[in-house]
C-alpha cells in the first residue's frame, strides 16, 4: 500500500511538472520565441538570440524547388533533379527523398510566417507526441523573419499541393481522374500506339530555336524501344488542326455542336453545387457548435477524460470529412461558373457563324474530349502525324498533322525571310521567296516536324 501512494504521489509530481512546463513553452510561443527549432534548408538558427535569418546558398536550392513545383514538377522528379545537380541537403547529404521536398513546400517559413504547436506530448509518462489537429493551443505568427519566396508563391504551391493530394475517383474505363490542367493539351492527348499521354518539352529552350512539343510519356520516361512508333508533335500543329477541325465541323455539323450546347447546359443547371456548399456549410456550424459544447462540458468536469477524447475525435472527423466534402463543391461550383461562362461564349460564336482566327483554349476544353496523336492509315501504315480529335458528342475529327507543321527557324525559307538571302535583287522573287513544303531539303529529318533536324 506504501509503493502504491508514493508511486501515485510521484505521478502526480511528474504531471505537475509537465504542465508547468507545457504553461512556459506556451508563454514563450505567443511572444514569438522559437522553441524546438534548430534551423531548416535556407535559414540559419542563432541560439544566441534566438533567431534566423537567410542562408542564400540555400536559399536558391528552395526557390529552385518551388519555381519546379508550380512548372509542374513532382517530388520525386524535383528530389532527382536536385541529386542530378549536387545540391546538398541541409544536413550534408546528396540523396533527396520526395518527403524532404515536399515538407519544404509545406513549411510557411519560407513566406516569412510560424506556426508553433505543430506537435504535443500525449502525456509525461509515455512521452508520446501526436500532431496537433486542435487539441492543444497553435500560435502563427505573420511576418516573423525575413521570406525567401513571395506569398503568392507559395500559395500556388499549396493550391497544387492540394489538389494532387485529394483522393481521385476513378473514371469509367478505370483510370484515375485527371487533375493536371495547366496548359490546354495537358490530360487531353494520347498516344494512338501505346495509349500513353504525351507531356509538354521545350526543345532549345533559351535559344532562337526554342520550340515546344509534346511527346510520348512511356517514350520519354522508359526509353524509346517501349514506343518506338511516336515522334514529337509541334504544340503549334495541334493548334492549327484544331482550328481547322473546328472550322469544318461549324461547317458541316453545326447540329452536332447545337445539341452538344443543349445538353452541357442541361447537366450544369441539374448538378447545381451551390445548394449543395449551403447545406454542407450548415451541417458544419452545426458539428462545431456541438464541438465547443463537448469541450465546455469537460472543462465543466461533466465528462470524463476518456468519454470526452471519443467524442471530441469522432466530432472532428465528421467536420474534416464535410470540410473535404465543402473544398470538393467550392472547386465545383468554380467549374460550373466557368463553364457556364464558356458555353454562352460559345454559343455566341456558333450564332455569328465566326470562324476561329486562331486557337481558342475555351473553346477547345468545351467540346473536346480528347486528342489521339499518331496511329495507323487506311492501309495500315504507321503514321505518327495523324491527329484524332473526339468530341464530347462522340463525333471524331480526323487530321493530318504534317498540313499543320510550322516552319523551321534554321530552315533556308526562314532565313531569307529574314533578309539573310544574298541573291541579286532580280532573282529575289524566284530563288528566296519561294514556299517549299518541304522545308528539310537540306538532308534534315522530315516526319512532319518531329524530332529535331
Known amino acids: 500500500m506504501l509503493l502504491v501512494i508514493l508511486s501515485s504521489v510521484a505521478q502526480q509530481e511528474v504531471e505537475n511538472i509537465s504542465a508547468n512546463v507545457k504553461k512556459g513553452l506556451k508563454m514563450k510561443m505567443q511572444r514569438g520565441e522559437l522553441v524546438g527549432f534548430q534551423g531548416c534548408l535556407g535559414y540559419d538558427y542563432h541560439p544566441e538570440d534566438k533567431t534566423i535569418t537567410v542562408n542564400e546558398e540555400e536559399a536558391e536550392i528552395v526557390r529552385y524547388i518551388f519555381r519546379r513545383y508550380i512548372e509542374g514538377a513532382g517530388g520525386s522528379v524535383i528530389a532527382q533533379e536536385l541529386q542530378n545537380l549536387g545540391y546538398k541537403t541541409k544536413r550534408g547529404s546528396t540523396t533527396w527523398a520526395e ?84 496548359y490546354a493539351f495537358s490530360c487531353m492527348l494520347e498516344c494512338g500506339f501505346c495509349g500513353g499521354t504525351l507531356t509538354r518539352r521545350s526543345w532549345h529552350s533559351g535559344s532562337q530555336y526554342n520550340k515546344v512539343i509534346w511527346q510520348c510519356v512511356t517514350s520519354t520516361k522508359k526509353g524509346k524501344k517501349f514506343c518506338p512508333d511516336s515522334k514529337g508533335i509541334a504544340e503549334e500543329t495541334i493548334e492549327q488542326a484544331f482550328v481547322e477541325s473546328y472550322r469544318l465541323l461549324c461547317q458541316n455539323n453545326k447540329d452536332v455542336l447545337d445539341e452538344f450546347i443543349a445538353r452541357t447546359e442541361e447537366t450544369l443547371s441539374e448538378n447545381n453545387a ?87 483554349r475555351y473553346i477547345f476544353e468545351s467540346i473536346v474530349e480528347k486528342v489521339i496523336v499518331g496511329g ?47 541573291h541579286p535583287t532580280d532573282k529575289v522573287e524566284t530563288t528566296c521567296s519561294h514556299h517549299s513544303d518541304d522545308t528539310c531539303g537540306d538532308g534534315g529529318i522530315d516526319v512532319a516536324g518531329y524530332g529535331p533536324a
Open 376 to 422: 495507323y492509315d487506311e492501309e495500315g501504315r504507321k503514321d505518327p502525324a495523324k491527329l484524332i480529335f473526339i468530341y464530347k458528342t462522340g463525333f471524331q475529327s480526323h487530321m493530318d498533322g504534317a498540313n499543320f507543321k510550322p516552319p523551321r527557324k534554321n530552315s533556308k525559307s526562314a532565313k531569307q525571310a529574314a533578309g539573310l538571302c544574298s
Open 274 to 360: 451551390g445548394k449543395q456548399l449551403v447545406k454542407i456549410e450548415k451541417d458544419i456550424r452545426a458539428l462545431e457548435a456541438k464541438r465547443a459544447k463537448l469541450v465546455d462540458m469537460r472543462l465543466e468536469e461533466v465528462l470524463d477524460k476518456e468519454t470526452y477524447e471519443s467524442k471530441y475525435l469522432d466530432l472532428t472527423g465528421q467536420i474534416e470529412q464535410l470540410q473535404a466534402q465543402r473544398r470538393d463543391l467550392q472547386e465545383a461550383a468554380e467549374t460550373e461558373n466557368t463553364m457556364k461562362k464558356r458555353i454562352a461564349e460559345f454559343r455566341k460564336t456558333l450564332e455569328q457563324n465566326n470562324v476561329l482566327e486562331e486557337f481558342d
Open 99 to 182: 518527403t524532404t521536398v515536399i515538407g519544404i513546400i509545406k513549411n510557411e517559413k519560407y513566406k516569412g510566417d510560424i506556426l508553433m504547436g505543430k506537435t504535443f506530448t500525449l502525456d509525461p509518462i509515455s512521452k508520446r507526441r501526436l500532431d496537433n489537429f486542435g487539441e492543444e493551443d497553435q500560435f502563427y505568427i505573420r511576418d516573423h523573419h525575413e521570406p525567401i519566396i513571395s506569398e503568392e508563391v507559395f500559395e500556388k504551391a499549396q493550391e497544387i499541393l492540394r489538389r494532387r493530394a485529394k483522393p481521385r475517383r476513378l473514371n469509367s474505363d478505370g483510370k484515375r481522374e485527371k487533375f493536371s490542367r495547366k
